[in-house]
């Protein structure tokens, strides 16, 4: 069984390229070097879109809400406060927790 912590943030056109490579050197691996996921995935949406932000989400796998709780309780506040701090309210983000039902993979 794998939880999945999934963050969809929203990004202002003109703050994509720093956002993307901030994420990808800096929160990610920051996110990660909690000891408490397996990996973690970047994607960039593209259906549906808004005019004026570019939408991204973040996936987190661990394999236990044990895990998940420790990373809410323990490394969350302080890597948020980071990116508050970095983007303001700018960069809005939603979070939602899920359990990995089922991987299927094609034989393609």
Known sequence: ???????????????????????????????????QWEDATLHEQLEPTEDGVT???VRYRTTSMDRYTIYR???APA????????????????????QEIVCLTSDV
């Open 1 to 35: 069984m794998m939880i999945v912590y999934t963050v969809t943030v929203r990004v202002p056109a003109d703050l994509v390229g720093d956002w993307r490579q901030w994420m990808t050197s800096k929160h990610i691996p920051d996110v990660l070097a909690s000891l």
């Open 55 to 57: 939408i991204f989400v």
């Open 73 to 75: 309780t323990n490394h």
């Open 79 to 98: 890597l948020q406060a980071d990116h508050a701090a970095r983007y303001g309210d700018r960069v809005t983000a939603s979070r939602t927790v899920s």
